[in-house]
């Protein structure tokens, strides 16, 4: 399939955060977009400035803020929503979508569904009945079968700036990567294929708690011996859980896994970098929540991930301890003490 | 031994949904067999030429078939194989070398031989219904039935010429009925049964003509059609034939053209889509995607050809067969234990002949021991659930059109990268239906609990030392079963309020019957029983791997955790 044979019906893109703006943007080289926000302020400075997060709008961007146009106009639909608010989002697109069309989600994050009465704090352990990834969200709300996924060191600033990087777009089917890939691919953003869609998608999710780790070793001043242990046994780590959460190994390797894991590790400024940086400084939790504006991503994430870990009998040393630190009242110190003092001995033993 | 009863059976007769036989697809497909099986091996060949386009990659395949179809003659021959096989894969054979011998030659030879090659396939796999065959069938088999369950169960002179029992006492449908009956008259449906015995195609050949729907076509396995009598019936009811020593991609295609194509035309169809009978007694995890493949694919082609609004739907409808005994049982569990773990050929070995069947059919009809059919809600293609007109659902109850699914860029598109995922999407589908609507005895908990009891008691030993222990050391306190069997129903009871699974009626009441039940129906017929009481009341097992074929049927419900 080639894209002069796409339709010309415009692309949709719901969500106006940074990173949905960035995809708007590079997709709009191409094609014509239709960029969805549903804060009508935003929408209204968008439309009167053409610009939004500090990046300026492509002039193949439409503003719109109405749900059900957008699904009757476009057939290729990238949701870039917070995890926390996807579902909902889902529930409100999903009668307007039919089998045909095509979503492809850059959201890096878990759904969780939990019995009534019990928070993400008090559940023992978690299974994947309640653990659910932005595809599996698509296909339990709506009609949509045919679903994508985008991820990979994708910092929104670099790519406004059309610095040079990669994404890998995940899929199982051929037809969706193909389309991804006209829409996205140009001269300064390489996309990569990949079928195992859950794999990538949890490779995204579980690189934040990876993140904090390395946030915390740079509080406590450690240096790039520390981070390379650091990446490559987290690395390894991921794909303990990752398999058990239905992923395939290579998706770990690849511009998804490995990738972002360097990028998230290396990026001082981001907020699950800054939890685990203030935490090494001698912070704790609730002090560090009070203080930034939106909720790190990986937190969570690791609330979840250990209790996976549990239910499946998955040995996830970094996050058992990060667990320990954020919510047991833990020192960084013991932890990182404990982690240095566990005899292990196979490097590698999942190849 | 006492015959347990179902709870008053309100199966009731049917009405044929089409008068004469003369209207059944399956008859006219007959009818016009050679035109059909012409279009097969036209259609076929299509394909086959598609998938291999170069000249020397079609004459690779044609090789590669050449040696395999002679290596089953040398080394697996059955008796319903032709006569002149032997003649006709060495005369494909010379042309072939004489082709290799003039490698400057450009003629159509390669694919004059791959004609006659999916011709011969098509002809072999086509089915042969005959009307008169049908009812003559039909007629014997409700006649013997009939007098054997009378004969047997009313003991008075005189009883074996009464028609008080009929095969509908025996034999439990229940499930949506109802809905299967609408969806045949406005559809082409598609039934996907669970395969545990042989018994089945007979089975559910008479659970089809009992429901006054038409004979369906289905996909037989050929090593059945050794047996004389199995034969007989599945000529008569509309069988086509699948060999499964052929893996060759000529005989694949060719089968799969002929299911797509009989669909297209309106047939409705059956197939296990577990492949081979399940050997070790789970209900079917993994789906053989091959046959299911050609309902999706037959569904698009018949978008393809048309734009109304009222293309012909293709229902798919999932059904369990639940037993207390398979008379298989031993050999297949034995089957399954020795390849476990490693994935080697399943030799097709049929220990029974015509005899043991007819006397496994006597005991069956005058010993009790019922069988249950659920039938399950039907499904377009893409795995969505259909309502009594046949329209497609979403999970949210909201109406999709099933034509959107094959849709790219507005019009109606082939994508068989597309078409393989939706397959596998639909037979996880119909797994999952299969857990649904299967239906729990009280001899599959029996089977359950008691090795589920013992694995636990031996928590050090694997499942193969586990079976290796003597059976004489094996027994159970009766209390200490009672109790566990009661944790287990109440498991059973409270997953089906859930609607993960269904049960027979006879399950509920009270405990020690129940029990009863369970123990006295687990593997009723076999030599050696799966499980007894001894003279203390305990619970002891003659044959512990046979015990586990028959505890697999409930495993995959998480009940483990209650023993």
């Known amino acids: 399939m080639t894209l002069s044979n796409l339709s010309d019906k415009p692309i949709g893109v719901i969500g106006a955060g940074s990173f949905g703006t960035a995809i708007a943007n590079i997709v709009a080289i191409n094609r014509p977009v239709w960029l969805y926000a549903r804060d009508e302020k935003v929408v209204a400075h968008m439309q009167t400035t053409a610009e939004n997060r500090g990046q300026k709008l492509h002039p193949n961007v439409t503003i719109t803020n109405d749900l059900p146009l957008l699904a009757r106009t476009c057939d290729i639909i990238f949701p870039m929503v917070p995890s926390a608010s996807f579902r909902t989002m889902m529930k409100g697109l999903a009668p307007y979508l039919h089998p045909y069309h095509i979503l492809i989600h850059g959201t890096k994050g878990l759904d969780i569904q939990l019995p009534e009465g019990e928070t993400l704090q008090s559940i023992s352990s978690l299974n994947r009945s309640q653990v659910k990834t932005m595809s599996e969200v698509i296909r339990e709300e709506s009609v949509v079968v045919r679903i994508g996924c985008l991820a990979g060191p994708n910092l929104a600033k670099e790519l406004a700036q059309r610095q040079p990087g990669a994404t890998v777009i995940a899929s199982k089917f051929q037809e969706v990567i193909q389309i991804g890939k006209r829409l996205l691919r140009n001269d300064r953003f390489q996309v990569y294929e990949n079928s195992d869609i859950v794999g990538v998608e949890i490779a995204g999710v579980l690189k934040n708690i990876i993140a904090i780790a390395s946030g915390a070793l740079s509080g406590l001043g450690y240096g790039e011996n520390a981070k390379g242990l650091l990446i490559s046994r987290g690395a390894v780590e991921m794909v303990y859980l990752g398999r058990a959460l239905g992923g395939e190994v290579k998706s770990f390797l690849g511009v998804a896994g490995i990738g972002d894991l360097v990028t998230t590790c290396n990026s001082p400024m981001s907020r699950n970098f800054t939890v685990g940086y203030r935490l090494a400084k001698g912070e704790n939790l609730p002090q560090i929540l009070a203080s930034m504006e939106e909720v790190a991503e990986g937190v969570n994430t690791i609330q979840i991930a250990k209790k996976c870990a549990d239910y499946y009998k998955v040995r996830a040393l970094v996050t058992d301890r990060l667990y320990k630190v954020l919510f047991e009242g833990m020192t960084i110190q013991d932890a990182l003490e404990f982690l240095m003092r566990f005899p292990l001995s196979a490097d590698i033993d999942f190849i | ?563």
């Open chain 2, 1 to 563: 031994m006492e015959i347990l009863e179902e709870k008053k059976n309100k199966n009731r007769k049917y009405t044929p949904i089409l008068d004469g036989i003369s209207d059944w697809p399956v008859y006219q497909l007959s009818k016009n067999r050679k035109e059909f099986v012409e279009e097969v091996a036209q259609k076929s060949l299509e394909r086959v030429l598609e998938l291999r386009p170069t000249r020397k990659q079609l004459i690779d395949e044609l090789e590669a078939t050449v040696y395999r179809e002679q290596n089953r003659i040398k080394r697996n021959r059955w008796r319903v194989d032709p006569k002149d096989e032997g003649r006709f894969w060495s005369g494909i054979k010379n042309e072939l070398v004489e082709l290799s011998a003039h490698q400057d030659d450009s003629s159509d030879k390669p694919r004059e031989l791959t004609r006659l090659i999916v011709q011969r396939y098509a002809g072999e796999i086509a089915g042969n219904f005959k009307p008169n065959s049908y009812r003559v069938t039909r007629a014997v088999v409700k006649f013997w039935f009939t007098r054997l369950l009378n004969g047997a169960r009313v003991k008075k002179f005189g009883a074996f010429f009464r028609n008080r029992y009929t095969l509908r006492d025996k034999i439990h449908i229940v499930g949506k009925v109802k809905m299967l009956r609408k969806l045949a008259k406005q559809g082409t449906v598609v039934m996907v049964p669970t395969h545990f015995s042989n018994l089945d195609s007979i089975l559910i050949g008479w659970v089809i003509h009992s429901l006054g729907l038409p004979a369906f076509i289905y996909g037989a396995g050929l090593n059945l059609f050794n047996i004389k009598i199995f034969a007989y019936f599945m000529n008569s009811l509309g069988a086509y034939k699948v060999d499964r020593r052929k893996k060759n991609l000529p005989y694949l295609e060719t089968l799969k053209m002929y299911s797509n194509l009989a669909i297209q035309k309106g047939a409705h169809s059956l197939f296990f889509p577990g492949g081979t009978r399940s050997r070790s007694g789970l209900i079917e995890k993994q789906l053989k995607l091959g046959l299911l493949s050609t309902a999706v694919e037959a569904q698009r082609n018949l978008y393809l050809e048309s734009n109304a609004p009222d293309v012909r739907k293709i229902f798919i409808v999932p059904v369990t067969l639940n037993y207390h005994f398979v008379l298989e049982a031993p050999d297949l569990i034995e089957d399954y234990l020795q390849v476990k773990g490693q994935d080697r050929y399943f030799p097709e070995q049929d220990n029974y002949g015509s005899f043991q069947l007819i006397k496994f059919l006597f005991k069956f009809f005058t010993k009790g021991s019922s069988i249950s059919v659920s039938i399950g809600t039907g499904l377009d293609v893409m795995g969505n659930y259909v309502d009594e007109d046949g329209n497609s659902l979403d999970a949210q109850g909201r109406p999709v059109q099933t034509r959107d699914y094959f849709v790219s860029n507005g019009t109606v598109a082939i994508d068989r990268q597309r078409e393989d995922e939706y397959t596998r999407m639909l037979s996880q589908k119909i797994v999952q239906e299969y857990h649904r609507i299967n239906r729990v005895f009280a001899s599959h908990i029996a089977a359950f609990v008691a090795f589920e009891m013992w694995q636990k008691k031996h928590p050090k030993l694997d499942l193969f030392s586990l079976l290796r222990l003597p059976e004489e050391d094996l027994e159970l306190d009766y209390q200490e079963f009672r109790e566990t069997f009661k944790r287990v129903r109440k498991q059973v009871y409270r997953l089906k309020d859930e609607r993960k699974v269904n049960h027979a009626t006879h399950l509920k009441g009270e405990l020690d019957l129940s029990i009863k039940r369970g123990l006295e129906n687990v593997g009723i017929f076999h030599l050696k029983r799966p499980l007894l009481r001894n003279k203390k009341g305990n619970i002891v097992t003659q044959d512990l791997s046979t015990l586990y074929y028959y505890h697999n049927r409930l495993v995959g419900y998480d009940l483990e955790q209650f023993i």
